[in-house]
């Protein structure tokens, strides 16, 4: 892993704000929230854009914030951060597919039979192997529906069809439909590749028109401790035929293309099997990386057994620095995403710290790339600076819509595990109830950096503020008008309600680490079996 390269900002900007001492009481919470906040949202930081120097910066005002609040640092080497290395992947020109039945052998089209989009894979790809059909590769641990039963794909190229049936349960269909779990499921089965066919047209169905035309679009990835390119897909992604290229695979086949295309047009179920014919895919991409850093820091726990456990806070510090100017405002501030989740980190920490010291230690993590696709928390889970197995829970703070004054809260994946439990008991001592995600249809639950977490099967939640009130009104006013926008500034939060978030997830997280047991995911519950985790008996 290469070391990051500090793009230092001048230094008396640096030292503009003064980090508040840990041993400060809580009267002052609103004024050290504001103080972090107008910092890191200021118009000089200009978005805190993953690798710029305004992102160095912010992470060096969060570190003399983690070592002020009484933290120590756990990052690498002994230091505050986490150097993580961010691939931008992109495919270039010689991608080719060649099908071959019997003794004919035959090239597919780029860009009528087929086409490809970039993937965090190396340099150049080749696969050459027979072609599997496992009609939408849905496996589904809840229902027990496994699209791979019976079928043998190990050292198979898996093909699957576009999208998903409509009869899947709607809590997970989007995840169940995901190409990345799909090829998943694909190589823990053996399949050395995925290929995704235009099924039936239809509304919301993939096409191939769509696919062709995120042809140049870039994969964003990271590289490894060994310095090699690290994707969260499964199976290598290796193209999408279109209904004509996947008329040309099933030619002469058991398994008839116009019996496919009329079962999924009827909702009847799919046939599938070895389609007696090989694929040989090349694939080419050309890479730059951006470097950049998590920073961590941890508390020590108070338990001599249980310090060993770590319960962690996390929250993203990078934003977005240009999307086009917006009546004549180009700086995109990120002040409530996710300033304000970083500020509220750093008082949890002097909270804690002021005692009394939690049983479990616990980390502070500042991810960066978090805009880019959760790469630096994905980094961080997979590769953290403690043991994997002492992490057992994740609080994450992103984005909690601080407008109003709120009358209840929302925590993104309570219904899944044993936190949610916690995070019910702790608000309702604050006066707040504990509700469902109003929003469902966001599928907030995989858009953040506690989804890193889940996935390697540790529980995790997100704590938003909810619909009471005023809530649902001023979060969809957010939404419209200010989210991933020059005017998310900092004059649109209440500090008030900023104190009373803070003091919430305190004593979360401070009653996950006092808990006589590790949290565990609820039994039967379709992450918990999906990734791992342990389940509640």
Do not use: C
Not at 50 to 63: D, F, I, M, P
Not at 140 to 161: H, K, N, Q, T, Y
Not at 328 to 347: F, K, L, P, S, T
Not at 359 to 383: C, H, M, P, Q, T
């Amino acid at each position: 892993m290469s070391a990051f390269r500090r793009a230092w900002l001048p230094l008396p900007m640096l030292l503009t704000i003064a980090v508040p001492s840990a041993a400060q009481s809580v009267d002052g919470a609103a004024e050290r929230l504001k103080a972090d906040v107008v910092f890191l949202a200021s118009d000089a930081m200009k978005g805190r854009q993953l690798g710029s120097e305004q992102y160095a910066a912010a992470a060096t005002h969060v570190e003399r914030a983690m070592a002020a609040a009484g933290l120590r640092p756990a990052g690498e080497g002994g230091g505050w951060t986490q150097p993580v290395g961010v691939v931008l992947t992109q495919s270039t020109a010689g991608q080719t597919m060649r099908l071959t039945r019997g003794a004919r052998t035959s090239s597919l089209a780029f860009g009528r039979d087929w086409t490809h989009s970039a993937q965090t894979r190396p340099d150049a790809t080749t696969v050459s192997a027979p072609v599997v059909f496992a009609g939408f590769g849905i496996v589904d641990p809840v229902s027990g529906r496994d699209d791979f039963a019976g079928l043998d794909v190990r050292g198979a190229i898996v093909a699957v069809l576009a999208g998903g049936p409509a009869a899947l349960d709607p809590s997970r269909a989007d995840f169940l439909r995901d190409r990345d779990y799909r090829a998943r499921m694909a190589e823990a089965r053996g399949a050395v590749g995925l290929i995704v066919v235009e099924g039936a047209a239809g509304e919301g169905r993939p096409s191939f028109a769509r696919a062709a035309k995120r042809a140049d679009g870039l994969a964003i990835g990271w590289r490894t401790p060994d310095r090699s390119v690290w994707s969260i897909e499964g199976a290598p992604y290796l193209g999408f035929l279109s209904r004509r290229g996947a008329a040309r695979l099933f030619a002469g086949s058991p398994v008839q293309w116009n019996k496919v295309l009329a079962a999924d047009r009827a909702g009847g179920a799919i046939p599938g099997g070895a389609l007696g014919a090989t694929l040989a895919v090349g694939l080419r991409n050309k890479a730059i990386e951006l470097p950049t850093v998590n920073v961590v820091g941890r508390l020590d726990g108070s338990d001599p057994t249980l310090k060993a456990e770590h319960v962690v806070l996390t929250a993203h510090l990078d934003h977005i620095a240009d999307g086009g100017a917006v009546k004549g405002d180009a700086i995109y501030n990120g002040a409530m995403d996710n300033a304000v989740g970083v500020a509220a980190m750093m008082e949890v920490a002097r909270r804690l710290n002021a005692g009394p010291r939690p049983k479990r230690s616990i980390l502070f993590v500042v991810v960066g790339a978090e805009e880019v696709g959760l790469i630096g928390s994905d980094y961080f889970a997979r590769n953290p600076t403690v043991p994997r197995g002492s992490i057992v829970a994740d609080v994450n703070l992103d984005m909690p819509i601080l407008t109003y004054r709120f009358e209840d809260v929302v925590a993104i994946g309570a219904e899944r595990s044993s936190v949610g439990p916690v995070v019910a008991r702790v608000a309702k001592a604050h006066g707040v109830a504990m509700v469902p995600d109003p929003m469902p249809e966001e599928h907030n639950f995989v858009r953040s950096d506690n989804y890193s977490f889940v996935r390697q099967g540790i529980p995790a939640v997100s704590l938003e503020l909810g619909p009471g009130g005023p809530g649902l009104a001023a979060t969809k006013a957010f939404l419209k008008d200010h989210y991933h926008q020059p005017s998310d500034q900092p004059e649109l939060i209440d500090w008030t309600s900023a104190v009373r978030f803070v003091a919430i997830n305190t004593d979360i997280v401070r009653e996950l680490a006092d808990a006589a047991e590790r949290p565990r995911w609820n039994s039967g519950d379709f992450f918990g079996l999906a990734y791992g985790g342990a389940a509640t008996r």
